[in-house]
């Protein structure tokens, strides 16, 4: 996990400049509207719904098990999810589990899960998931982490071959690494996915953005166009991006 943080913005009297963790929501739900329909899988959709387990993620692990719930609570009334949990941490270790259909099961394979320090391996993730995508259609890539600490031209590769098998990556960055987000940005761009920031700690913010990839996969861009309507979500912006 990359250890250098790039420091609060600041105006020309060095004071610290506010970021709206709104704004960020925003700008992600923007781009859902250049997206394309989902892939059809069924009646059910599938997600992989990857995470960087390394030592760093410990606190917002905690959180997502919690929050995956939301993921299929959104997308039970849209024809139900299918999802299949990746992560890496240590030194090679990149997993994934089986399909679950059942928020318990989910959490209870995540709760089984401890971070450990190590260096990310976003490249072993997105070979998995056209792997996967291979097998059956995968209608939605979520991955969530705060770093990247590979060539970004592998991941550019990875993320292009993802694109042409027509699998978004939605991709949520938890912090301000200027490194990540230029990796981030261009896996979401090639997999005509979208890039979406939350600050640490913003569990309602980071719901938020699940609860739409969800809705996503399960439905597609109309219902996500759904999540707004109901005013349930600041989907329109996502749906503007991924549109664009």
């Known amino acids: 996990m990359a250890k250098n943080r790039t420091p609060t913005p600041t105006d020309r009297r060095d004071k610290p400049v506010a970021v709206s963790p709104r704004g960020e929501i925003d700008a992600f739900l923007a781009q859902v509207q250049s997206l394309a329909p989902a892939k059809s ?38 024809g139900g999810l299918d999802v299949q949990l990746v992560y890496y941490r240590g030194i090679s270790e990149c997993r994934a589990s089986r399909w679950v259909s059942d928020p318990r099961e989910l959490a209870g394979l995540m709760e089984r899960i ?9 490249r072993k993730m997105l070979s998995h998931v056209q792997r996967e995508s291979e097998k059956q259609p995968v209608q939605t890539l979520v991955f969530v982490g705060d770093a990247m600490e590979e060539p970004i031209d592998d991941l550019c590769a990875a993320a292009g071959v993802l694109g042409l098998k027509g699998v978004p990556a939605f991709v949520f960055q938890e912090g301000h ?11 979401a761009r090639l997999t005509h996915g979208a890039y979406g920031r939350f600050d640490p700690g913003a569990a309602n913010h980071l719901a938020e953005l699940l609860r739409a990839a969800a809705a996503y996969a399960a439905g597609g861009v109309k219902a996500m166009e759904r999540l707004l309507a109901d005013r349930r979500s600041d989907a329109v912006k996502l749906i503007e991006q991924l549109r664009a």
Not at 114 to 122: A, H, L, P, V
Not at 177 to 187: K, L, S, W
């Open 41 to 78: 899988a069924g009646p059910r959709g599938r997600m992989i719904f990857a995470l960087d387990a390394t030592m760093s993620r410990q606190p917002l692990w905690d959180v997502a098990c919690t929050l995956q719930a939301d993921m299929f609570r959104e997308a039970a009334g849209i």
């Open 114 to 122: 401890d971070c450990r320090g190590g260096r990310t391996q976003i």
């Open 177 to 187: 690494d200027p490194v990540a987000e230029r990796a981030f940005r261009e896996i």
